[in-house]
């Protein structure tokens, strides 16, 4: 994903949100269906801010081309649509197909990162500060869509990120539809909400999807009209309207308002490696849990979101004490 030109990428810049998006010629591509065209009025980054959507190297919602360009395949509330975003210079071009092409274009800023704002954040660790010197182009997307990161954050509970990827991978190009438009092969729009309700159980078993989150996922498609209605809730609030269905909590609704809200302040508790991260970039404790990680988080109250994005960016890690965790695959049983 990264292409020849950019350093491989690491654990720690993957969790922080960054996909490497190489300079190159333009792509060729048949005349688009919509475009728009943009300049922002900051360094734009364009793999670092969309970064956070892609599930894995294998997403089939998801493709950064050797053009420089990023592809996304969605279901909007227009319907399905396909979205090429590519930055020459200080401007930006969107071109979109499909039936939600144009909510896609007019999502295009935001999607961008123009509703966030980083100036009002304040460094308050040598190790934040570099790595937002370094970073200048970070701004969080706010894509609008609830249900495209929810049922993703859903299949990444309790289990490895190659296990989630692969289910998501699998479900999605089974039954999701073909992305309109001249996409990269085999991009697919993700199955609607009556298509996840009528998934087979088998066939969420020879994902590796175990019941506990398959039927989490298929109590919120239920309900996804309401799920999708928190998108224009305050980030907190909609949070707790995520959590009113049972199996997902702090952690998943966290995952998602990061990603469907900008949410600066959306720091995900409940999860295996950050709370280490943090400590230990921040205050040299490796083994700290959620508690330490928040009054380490205080100094950052509004934008500790940020600040853990940040110093997942910086590098800046404990060593690997114990063998990775091992990966499973209830779909052989």
């Keep these: 994903m990264a292409g020849r030109f950019d350093p491989r990428p690491t654990r720690t810049t993957v969790r922080g949100g ?10 060729q591509a048949p005349a688009p269906a919509r475009m728009r065209t943009w300049v922002p009025d900051w360094p734009l980054d364009l793999g670092l801010v969309l970064g956070p959507l892609r599930r894995g190297p294998g997403d089939p919602t998801f493709r950064a081309m050797p053009d420089g360009s990023v592809w996304r395949a969605c279901r909007t509330p227009a319907g399905a ?3 090429r975003v ?6 930006v071009r969107g071109e979109a197909w499909g039936p939600g092409a144009e909510w896609l274009l007019e999502q295009l800023p935001e999607l961008l990162g123009a ?15 570099m ?10 997307t706010r894509t609008g869509l609830v249900m495209e990161s929810l049922i993703p954050s859903v299949l990444e509970q309790k289990v490895t990120t190659d296990e989630a990827y692969r289910a998501w991978r699998l479900l999605v190009r089974k039954y999701g539809e073909p992305a309109p438009g001249p996409a990269p092969g085999r991009m697919c729009v993700m199955p609607d909400a009556r298509t996840w309700a009528l998934i087979p159980s088998w066939e969420w078993h020879r994902a590796g999807v175990d019941n506990k989150r398959a039927s989490t996922i298929l109590r919120a498609v239920r309900v996804a009209s309401r799920m999708e209605e928190a998108v224009r809730m305050p980030p907190a609030q909609a949070q ?14 966290a995952e998602v308002v990061q990603r469907s809200h900008g949410a600066a302040d959306a720091v995900t508790v409940g ?14 404790d490796r083994d700290a849990d959620d508690s330490v990680m928040l009054e380490l988080l205080e100094p950052y109250a509004g934008q500790r979101h940020r600040a853990a994005r940040l110093i997942l960016l910086s590098g800046r890690v404990p060593g690997r004490r114990a063998p990775r965790m091992p990966r499973g695959d209830i779909g052989l049983l």
């Design 271 to 284: 999860d295996l490696h950050l709370p280490g991260i943090v400590g230990f970039a921040l205050a040299g």
């Design 81 to 83: 649509g396909t979205l």
């Design 18 to 27: 960054h996909v490497g998006v190489p300079a190159g010629i333009p792509r």
């Design 115 to 129: 509703a966030d704002d980083p100036a009002v954040f304040v460094p308050r660790h040598r190790v934040v500060a």
């Design 86 to 91: 590519v930055v020459r210079g200080a401007e």
């Design 240 to 253: 707790g309207r995520l959590e009113v269905v049972a199996g997902i909590g702090p952690w998943t609704s």
């Design 131 to 140: 790595a937002r010197h370094r970073r200048p182009g970070l701004r969080l």
